[in-house]
């Protein structure tokens, strides 16, 4: 099990953080989402093998938010 921590601009509410949440959860391999609306990061546990670190990324940016590199 891998972990990634992201940090992530144009979250203001807890519709965003659900938002967030849902998507990441669909993704195959993703095992938890952690969502810090005050400190603008997501967490997650995810299987490096079924899932990568840019789609997971892609993925928050679909939502309509800003991954920071």
């Known amino acids: 099990m891998e ?7 144009g979250m203001s509410c807890g519709h965003c953080v659900n938002a967030i949440e849902t998507a990441l959860s669909k993704e195959v391999g993703v095992q938890s989402v952690q969502v810090n609306l005050d400190e603008g990061t997501v967490m997650i546990d995810y299987n490096a ?5 840019s789609t ?5 940016e679909n939502q309509g938010f800003d991954v920071v590199e």
């Open 56 to 60: 997971l990324s892609l993925t928050i």
């Open 49 to 53: 093998d079924q899932v990568s670190e």
């Open 3 to 9: 972990h990634i921590q992201f940090q992530v601009e």
